[in-house]
């Protein structure tokens, strides 16, 4: 059955079950087809339109969880907020943050040269990117793929032997860069 427009009503007009039926019954069953049954849910339960005529149910989560979009943006899934704080890598020649997961991108005991890659994912205008690197004994050289640029602060070339380099990034979306804009080394 479908949708049908609900009719305008006459005062003294003779209402019969088939006109309740069409205008009343079929278009609530209407409106609750592909509805969850109220049985189905359980108190926490977070409700969300899944289509123009369907909802979906997602069970509540766990204590300090948060409700984002799955990764192909087609349902609402629960996250722990700190499972997206970052990366920590140990040594890679080709260190490659990603925007959808990583805040902070942490690159220990670096054993060679390093070209950190575009990172991957979805950005967001001023999204921030912290990344920590810092050697296994030996300066190791440190090289930026075209998406990192100096935004005011130059970003460092080579590491300090067994010293942390912090950098700090923000995504700009008018050049579709990650802008240096602050390096602090440890003493």
Request: with cysteine; aromatic share 8%; proline share 4%.
């Amino acid at each position: 059955m479908a949708w049908t427009t609900p009719r305008s009503w006459s005062a003294g007009e003779l209402v019969t079950a088939s006109i309740m039926n069409t205008h009343i019954r079929d278009n609530e069953n209407e409106l609750r087809g592909g509805g969850i049954a109220i049985a189905s849910q359980a108190a926490l339960d977070f409700l969300y339109a899944s289509s123009a005529s369907q909802l979906a149910r997602l069970a509540k989560g766990g204590a300090g969880t948060m409700v984002r979009l799955n990764s192909s943006a087609a349902a609402y899934e629960f996250t722990n907020p700190a499972a997206l704080l970052g990366t920590s890598t140990a040594s890679s020649a080709t260190p490659t943050p990603n925007y959808d997961t990583d805040a902070f991108y942490e690159l220990t005991a670096l054993a060679a040269g390093a070209t950190f890659g575009a990172p991957t994912g979805t950005p967001q205008n001023m999204q921030r990117l912290l990344i920590r690197v810092r050697d296994n004994g030996t300066a190791r050289t440190l090289a930026w793929n075209a998406a990192y640029v100096d935004g005011g602060v130059t970003r460092p070339t080579t590491t300090v032997i067994n010293k942390w380099t912090t950098i700090m990034y923000i995504y700009n979306s008018t050049i579709s860069k990650l802008q240096c804009v602050g390096v602090a080394q440890e003493a």
